[in-house]
């Protein structure tokens, strides 16, 4: 069966640090794989997303993720933190089922950013 | 070009009643899809459109649960009669192709409670 883990609840990091939210997955075949973020009574904001190809993928608002296919891991990371990076993320699984699009959501990282 | 639309953006009924949840896609999009996320867990699929067939509906809970989509346009998600576990925030999203690696574009989403 498709999963995904965001291991954290919350992550504290100061402004100006680089941040890491962890994302794993399990998934049969290649996977696709997604970050969104939640802002305080906003939608889900699409960040970026992995298909194929490189392993960096970069999206936006200055952030980045790396897929590791031998650790199955989809780390978001940003170089340097802000404080209006104080959100919600979810990182989410797209399998390959035929006729299948749904994503597969984890249950939510918490990142807080101080001033 | 607007986003996706839902409405309303809260609804608080009592245990039995019933409640008509809206979504209105992106322009052009074929694809619509309603998640819904309970209190501190993951959001969760419930069902996916292409234009106004049910492609699939694996993740409706029960038959409480009424997913329309008449003329492939707006969605309406009637649930009836309500119960106290309805209770989240349900999502709607949409995507213009029914490609795996498609980015599903998200609503603020409506926030259901039932008392």
């Known amino acids: 069966a498709q999963s995904v883990a965001q291991p954290e609840d919350q992550v504290n990091v100061a402004e100006g640090n680089p941040l890491t939210v962890k994302c794993t997955y399990s998934?049969?075949?290649?996977?696709?794989l997604f970050w969104y973020v939640q802002y305080p009574n906003r939608g889900l904001q699409f960040l970026l997303k992995y298909i194929t190809g490189d392993n960096l993928v970069k999206g936006s608002y200055g952030f980045e993720a790396e897929f590791n296919k031998s650790q199955t891991s989809f780390h978001l990371k940003k170089p340097s933190a802000l404080v209006s990076d104080s959100a919600l993320y979810f990182c989410?699984?797209?399998?390959?089922?035929?006729?299948?699009?749904?994503?597969?959501f984890g249950t939510g990282t918490r990142l807080k950013v101080l001033a | 070009e607007a986003g996706v639309t839902q409405f309303p953006s809260h609804s608080v009924i009592e245990k039995g009643q019933t409640v008509t949840l809206r979504c209105d896609p992106i322009?052009?999009?074929?694809?619509l899809y309603w998640y819904r996320r309970v209190m501190g867990k993951e959001i969760k699929f419930l069902l996916h459109f292409v234009k106004e067939s049910k492609q699939d509906e694996s993740g409706m809970p029960n038959n409480r649960f009424l997913a329309e989509r008449t003329g492939g346009t707006y969605s309406t998600l009637k649930v009836q009669p309500a119960e106290l576990e309805d209770s989240g925030v349900y999502f709607c999203a949409s995507s213009q192709l029914p490609r795996a690696g498609d980015t599903q574009y998200f609503g603020p989403g409506t926030r259901l409670t039932v008392l």
């Open positions: 322009s052009g999009h074929d694809n």
């Open positions: 989410a699984v797209r399998g390959h089922t035929s006729g299948t699009y749904k994503y597969i």
């Open positions: 998934v049969s075949g290649n996977p696709y």
